[in-house]
């Protein structure tokens, strides 16, 4: 590889310092947003992760066994989930026990961290 190559490389990777022509020119054709764009912005992402946490608790509610129909207490339903895996992780112990005092093998991968 010539030195022109290699110069063409460490230009193209390095970061951009802001003193070139082009990245002073480009910064200043882009447009800044307004207060009020920001806070648009702002409230849309919010309703966008409270939209995505409703749905979660409402995908939980579907899941977990005694929630459906009830009004959504996110305490309740966080609680309620918890118990739930707690028994599914303890049915999953009986089973294994189960499986190995009738002389089965049960890979670890299938227990219960």
């Known amino acids: 590889m010539d030195a022109s190559m290699n110069d063409r490389d460490d230009r193209s ?6 003193t070139s022509k082009q990245g002073s020119a480009a910064d200043k054709e882009k447009p800044r947003l307004t207060d009020k764009e920001k806070k648009s912005n702002h409230i849309a992402s919010e309703q966008k992760r409270r939209a995505a946490i409703r749905e979660g608790f409402d995908r939980l509610t579907e899941l977990v066994p005694g929630l459906e129909g009830q009004g959504r207490s996110e305490s309740i339903v966080l609680q309620k989930t918890v118990d739930f895996m707690h028994l599914k992780l303890q049915e999953r112990r009986d089973l294994i026990a189960e499986i190995e005092s009738k002389g089965g093998l049960v890979d670890d991968s299938f227990r219960p961290s």
């Open 13 to 18: 990777s390095s970061t951009p310092t802001g």
